[in-house]
């Protein structure tokens, strides 16, 4: 313990000083006082340290602690609480005697160490419920949450629970590599292979267009049937739309049979791909999957106008060629005719340009939204003649590397809640170095970053006028983002929301109504169905006073009422989870005397994957052990577990010396003492007259 100060300990010679000058010229600078030497002696030193404590506390006097703490070695037990874990024939068993083991494991290992409790499926939890209820399985993250979570910890060992099946996320063994301490393994479930005819996978475009041809693919797997046949079908309701027969050629045998759908009109439509139970089957519930198409009346028809080659253009085209809600057509400007075809988005890369095609009079007056994308090759005086809005005073040649920077107010769409940070790490854009003037009605989405200096001015722009909706890239070299995005993610998901979002933001016409309802039209099972409503009033002013009511209506007749909640300005209904199928719903409030109603539907994707596989994995659970000097054991051996563990040598508690600064400034009993001697010194003062 001791006492350290912000400021040089060679100022607490400038307070002692002060105390002794203050002292001397209030008590023995005038000798003709008859008071007892003694008594002035007493009085000067009272000052004196009145005066010392209150000037050595302006050099931020802070108190050292050293305190030293015994830590207990960490247990971590990880159990999988998937309903496939109960899916086997001794599920019984394990739903009654496998939490007992736990707890008589548990029980051994308090007595040494400290023992934390997760379970993992499609969400991790802190506790273990035994309910076996989660309907997917994410063992890798619940992996790298352990290693983040007590990455600074006494951690002495980290114990699985699992049958090893995985349907979301990464590979487990990859994700425990990171992990330098022991992992136990208790291997659940049952590996033994038994007859099964099964739909492994259904592939299929889930959003398609009115007139199509749609084409389902179904991957079913066969096992333990050589020689046998059965019938995959395609159905509608009850309904047979198509029928295929398949053979097991092999004691385990994968067929893709192919159906094909004619979108014949706008809608949401189930579907189901069944095979038919084979003799001797044991898991019937694997034997059909539902899947939901929504048809649309048309794509959102998109041109990309250029005057000369650039990668940009090819990465912006497979952005938007990944979504089926688009149509992109590509052009140079000399054959793009915006009259002969209609377009709900027209993108001008680096157009007008400096190469003399300034001359956009066609596609300006046409009406379409427009997105620009500017660059080396823009003519930068032509762009500010075209009046869009933003307006750029800059000198020819003269470009800086600029990051994005999020703008938090941004209102017109939402990005994922990684996003924003992901971008910030992205390589600079070349953007026109100069002054950024933009109009009224601009809503930035991304701010010009330079270094650690985020300017005002925009990177991703977009404005709204009476007739058209404007956006504005002001940097190019975009390629250089996706690429960015698949180096650190394995994907281009990010890169590609983002362009998706913003042309679809641009070319989706203006919703002109008072009252607005916002939704997906399609949810998984496990997540909460959540919807967004904008009221305005005759001036087109958001307001939020009136209640907005909406009845949930599902397959079978059956109604759920909700209010929504009021925001800041607009409304929220988070309506909890639904079971699957398809859902209706009708919103409705009053204004006054008018009364605004919208309509819509959605549906609600079952998740069955914890039903397909039942056959344990057990060689994974074993791998993950072994690499990491621990053991896989069954359960009826989980309590050996705690006989290997406490026989390790390096499974200790270790001593933790930390050090504690407390500000002496703030202590109460200092302020007490400054005041006792002040006070002391004044009764003293004025008894003696002085």
Same mark, same amino acid.
């Given at each position: 313990?001791?006492?350290?100060?912000?400021?040089?300990? =060679?100022?607490?010679?400038?307070?002692?000083?002060?105390?002794?000058?203050?002292?001397?010229?209030?008590?023995?600078?005038?000798?003709?006082?008859?008071?007892?030497?003694?008594?002035?002696?007493?009085?000067?030193?009272?000052?004196?340290?009145?005066?010392?404590?209150?000037?050595?506390?302006?050099?931020?006097?802070?108190?050292?602690?050293?305190?030293?703490? /015994?830590?207990?070695?960490?247990?971590?037990?990880? *159990?999988?609480?998937?309903?496939?874990?109960?899916?086997?024939?001794?599920?019984?068993?394990?739903?009654?005697?496998?939490?007992?083991? =736990?707890?008589?494991? +548990?029980?051994?290992?308090?007595?040494?160490?400290?023992?934390?409790?997760?379970?993992?499926?499609?969400?991790?939890?802190?506790?273990?419920?035994?309910?076996?209820?989660?309907?997917?399985?994410?063992?890798?993250?619940?992996?790298?949450?352990?290693?983040?979570?007590?990455?600074?910890?006494?951690?002495? %060992?980290?114990?699985?629970?699992?049958?090893?099946?995985?349907?979301?996320?990464?590979?487990?063994?990859?994700?425990?590599?990171?992990?330098?301490?022991? *992992?136990?393994?208790?291997?659940?479930? $049952?590996?033994?292979?038994?007859?099964?005819?099964?739909?492994?996978?259904?592939?299929?475009?889930?959003?398609?267009?009115?007139?199509?041809?749609?084409?389902?693919?179904?991957?079913?797997?066969? #096992?333990?049937?050589?020689?046998?046949?059965?019938?995959?079908?395609?159905?509608?309701?009850?309904?047979?739309?198509?029928?295929?027969?398949?053979?097991?050629?092999? $004691?385990?045998?994968?067929?893709?049979?192919?159906?094909? *759908?004619?979108?014949?009109?706008?809608?949401?439509?189930?579907?189901?791909?069944?095979?038919?139970?084979?003799?001797?089957?044991?898991?019937?519930?694997?034997?059909?999957?539902?899947?939901?198409?929504?048809?649309?009346?048309?794509?959102?028809?998109?041109?990309?106008? !250029?005057?000369?080659?650039?990668?940009? /253009?090819?990465?912006?085209?497979?952005?938007?060629?990944?979504?089926?809600?688009?149509?992109?057509?590509?052009?140079?400007?000399?054959?793009?005719?915006?009259?002969?075809?209609? !377009?709900?988005?027209?993108?001008?890369?680096?157009?007008?340009?400096?190469?003399?095609? @300034? $001359?956009?009079?066609?596609?300006?007056?046409?009406?379409?939204?427009?997105?620009?994308?500017?660059?080396?090759?823009?003519?930068?005086?032509?762009?500010?003649?075209?009046?869009?809005?933003? +307006?750029?005073?800059?000198?020819?040649?003269?470009?800086? #590397?600029?990051?994005?920077?999020?703008?938090?107010?941004?209102?017109?769409?939402?990005?994922?809640?990684?996003?924003?940070?992901?971008?910030?790490?992205?390589?600079?854009?070349?953007?026109?170095?100069?002054?950024?003037?933009? %109009?009224?009605?601009?809503?930035?989405?991304?701010?010009?970053?330079?270094?650690?200096? *985020?300017?005002?001015?925009?990177?991703?722009?977009? =404005?709204?006028?009476?007739?058209?909706?404007?956006?504005?890239?002001?940097?190019?070299?975009?390629?250089?983002?996706?690429?960015?995005?698949?180096?650190?993610?394995?994907?281009?998901?990010?890169?590609?929301?983002?362009?998706?979002?913003?042309?679809?933001?641009?070319?989706?016409?203006?919703?002109?109504?008072?009252?607005?309802?916002? @939704?997906?039209?399609?949810?998984?099972?496990?997540?909460?169905?959540?919807?967004?409503?904008?009221?305005?009033?005759?001036? !087109?002013?958001?307001?939020?006073?009136?209640?907005? $009511?909406?009845? /949930?209506?599902?397959?079978?007749?059956?109604?759920?009422?909700?209010?929504?909640?009021?925001?800041?300005?607009?409304?929220?209904?988070?309506?909890? +989870?639904?079971?699957?199928?398809?859902?209706?719903?009708?919103?409705?409030?009053?204004?006054?005397?008018?009364? !605004?109603?919208?309509?819509?539907?959605?549906?609600?994707?079952? /998740?069955?994957?914890?039903?397909?596989?039942?056959?344990?994995?057990?060689?994974?659970?074993?791998?993950?052990?072994?690499?990491?000097?621990?053991?896989?054991?069954?359960?009826?051996?989980?309590?050996?577990?705690?006989?290997?563990?406490?026989?390790?040598?390096?499974?200790?508690?270790?001593?933790?010396?930390?050090?504690?600064?407390?500000?002496?400034?703030?202590?109460?009993?200092?302020?007490?003492?400054?005041?006792?001697?002040?006070?002391?010194?004044?009764?003293?003062?004025?008894?003696?007259?002085?």
């Amino acid at each position: 313990m001791g006492i350290v100060f912000e400021n040089p300990a =060679i100022y607490l010679v400038i307070c002692l000083l002060a105390g002794v000058v203050y002292a001397f010229l209030l008590y023995f600078f005038d000798k003709k006082r008859k008071t007892s030497p003694r008594l002035i002696l007493f009085l000067a030193v009272l000052r004196f340290l009145a005066v010392f404590l209150i000037s050595a506390l302006l050099l931020s006097p802070m108190i050292r602690r050293n305190i030293k703490s /015994i830590e207990k070695p960490v247990i971590i037990i990880g *159990i999988d609480n998937s309903s496939s874990v109960v899916q086997t024939p001794d599920s019984a068993s394990v739903r009654v005697q496998f939490p007992q083991m =736990i707890n008589r494991l +548990i029980d051994r290992l308090e007595k040494k160490c400290e023992v934390k409790v997760f379970t993992f499926g499609e969400k991790l939890s802190n506790h273990f419920p035994g309910d076996f209820k989660d309907k997917e399985t994410d063992m890798a993250s619940f992996i790298e949450e352990m290693e983040t979570r007590f990455s600074n910890r006494n951690t002495g %060992a980290l114990i699985i629970a699992s049958d090893g099946l995985y349907n979301k996320g990464t590979d487990p063994y990859y994700s425990a590599r990171k992990i330098d301490y022991p *992992i136990y393994t208790i291997a659940l479930g $049952d590996t033994t292979r038994k007859k099964d005819a099964l739909v492994q996978k259904i592939l299929v475009n889930k959003t398609v267009y009115k007139g199509d041809q749609l084409q389902v693919e179904a991957i079913t797997e066969v #096992d333990k049937l050589s020689g046998s046949k059965t019938m995959v079908r395609l159905l509608e309701g009850d309904k047979v739309l198509s029928e295929k027969e398949i053979r097991a050629t092999y $004691d385990r045998t994968v067929t893709k049979t192919t159906f094909s *759908i004619h979108a014949e009109k706008a809608g949401h439509f189930r579907y189901t791909v069944d095979v038919a139970p084979v003799e001797g089957e044991v898991n019937l519930k694997n034997n059909r999957m539902d899947f939901y198409v929504e048809v649309s009346e048309t794509r959102q028809k998109i041109a990309l106008v !250029y005057d000369a080659p650039h990668p940009d /253009i090819a990465a912006l085209v497979k952005a938007l060629e990944g979504s089926p809600r688009f149509e992109i057509s590509l052009f140079s400007l000399k054959e793009f005719n915006p009259v002969k075809d209609h !377009y709900n988005l027209i993108i001008l890369y680096q157009l007008p340009s400096i190469a003399g095609v @300034a $001359d956009l009079k066609k596609i300006t007056e046409s009406g379409t939204s427009l997105l620009y994308v500017l660059g080396s090759n823009s003519d930068i005086n032509a762009f500010n003649n075209l009046k869009t809005g933003l +307006i750029i005073t800059a000198k020819p040649d003269n470009f800086n #590397d600029v990051q994005p920077s999020f703008n938090p107010g941004f209102s017109l769409f939402t990005l994922e809640p990684n996003d924003p940070p992901l971008f910030s790490k992205f390589p600079p854009l070349q953007a026109p170095f100069g002054l950024y003037q933009s %109009a009224a009605t601009a809503e930035i989405l991304f701010f010009q970053r330079t270094g650690s200096v *985020i300017t005002r001015d925009p990177l991703l722009v977009f =404005i709204r006028e009476m007739q058209r909706k404007t956006g504005v890239l002001t940097g190019e070299n975009i390629w250089r983002w996706r690429l960015a995005n698949y180096a650190q993610e394995n994907n281009t998901e990010a890169f590609d929301r983002l362009i998706n979002k913003t042309v679809h933001y641009l070319a989706v016409a203006e919703d002109k109504s008072l009252f607005r309802i916002t @939704a997906e039209s399609r949810f998984d099972e496990n997540d909460p169905v959540v919807m967004e409503a904008e009221l305005f009033n005759a001036s !087109y002013e958001l307001i939020n006073d009136p209640e907005v $009511d909406i009845t /949930i209506t599902n397959s079978d007749g059956r109604n759920f009422p909700f209010v929504f909640s009021r925001t800041n300005q607009s409304y929220f209904l988070n309506a909890g +989870i639904l079971p699957p199928g398809n859902y209706t719903y009708v919103a409705s409030t009053r204004v006054g005397q008018n009364r !605004y109603e919208k309509k819509g539907i959605f549906f609600i994707e079952p /998740i069955n994957a914890e039903f397909y596989n039942l056959v344990a994995d057990h060689p994974l659970l074993y791998r993950i052990a072994n690499s990491h000097e621990g053991k896989m054991v069954y359960p009826a051996q989980t309590e050996t577990i705690a006989d290997h563990l406490l026989q390790r040598d390096d499974l200790k508690s270790v001593a933790i010396n930390e050090r504690k600064f407390s500000d002496l400034t703030g202590a109460p009993w200092l302020f007490v003492l400054i005041v006792a001697l002040l006070t002391l010194e004044w009764i003293v003062r004025k008894r003696e007259g002085l």
